[in-house]
């Protein structure tokens, strides 16, 4: 007798572009379709480019248009869908779709999974959370994190036990890009002899991408033939590129903008960086270590989870401009500390952040949860 798939709902803001609806994507096509059946809810309207990708193939998306403030209608929408499509699990992805998720799987059988993706910054109390916190863990069957950081921030600013919180490392397919660079290199005005140094990321201030063109200002001072690449966009992006035109690096500095397949752009990079104030695990780091590349990158969040100071690349205090410089240049100087830091990169992505170890550790907890007939969340 064929055994019933697993119903999972995903409840997340959006599915656009971001670490967090990577790690959904990865999930949904990871996991054997033959033994579960995922569905999307986002709760802030926008279904978003990955979104369209997944339902072009099928995949179940819902948009639901949260209102500003606390909107009880969406309890109520959630908790009836809950028991009309009978999902077994409710899979929720950051704090607010938890808040809400949790709520609505009251008097439900569905069991509640709470991933925290990362913290703002800076992180702060709220002895409201605390007091809503207790009664939203009595309907949470697992809570998960993306680094030892974040947990230790739930414990912290949430007021969440210790003992109910596990540890599971994002996990990527490694970056595909084909061996065409010259083509590109071209396009972008980048000399056969230039070192560059890159990153792929949101433009935003909390990933403070104005040092990093401080240091590499530093950088190219000391080696002229250097150059930045900055793949991504965000509301920095017109305050970033007046920087550079303010320290004369408009030649020097490149603003690729938005990119839907970064692959081919991290290729190009000799380093890879992140200048953060905050971070879970970057999924632009981990691509880059798949890729083989060493990197330089503040010392916050889940970063000194992700690599070794010295033995993958090196961590810097955040914020400090001269440090990050400093150890920028130290990779340049020596091409053969750079083919080493790179190669320890790609074995540590295979051996702990490889796409296979995210998904089994996934379906190991969905298996438990959905076998688990405890009855009804109160």
Known sequence: MKREKIKILHVTFNMGIGGTERVILQLINGLDSDCYECSILCIDGEIGSIGNSLQEKGIQIISYNRKDGFDASLILYLHRLIKQQQFNVLHCHQYTPYFYGALSSIFTKCKVIFTEHGRFYPDRYSWKRRIINQILYLTTDSITTISKATKDA??????????????????????????????????????EEDLLLGTISRLDPVKNQKMMIDAFYEVNKAKANTKLLIVGDGPSRERLEKHAIKLKLDNSVIFTGFQTSPDEYLALMDVFLLSSFTEGTSISLLEAMSLGKPSVLTDVGGNSEVIDNGTHGFLTQSNDVLQFSDKILTLLMDNNLRAKLGDNSKVRFLNTFGIKIMIDTYQQLYQKLANDTSGYHH
């Not at 600013?157 to 109910?164: F, L, V």
């Not at 540890?167 to 010259?182: D, F, H, K, L, R």
């Open 154 to 191: 739930l414990i912290r600013y949430e007021w969440m036990p210790k003992k109910a919180i596990s540890v599971i490392y994002n996990g990527i397919e490694p970056a595909q890009c084909s061996s065409q660079t010259y083509e590109l290199k071209k396009e972008l005005r980048i000399n």
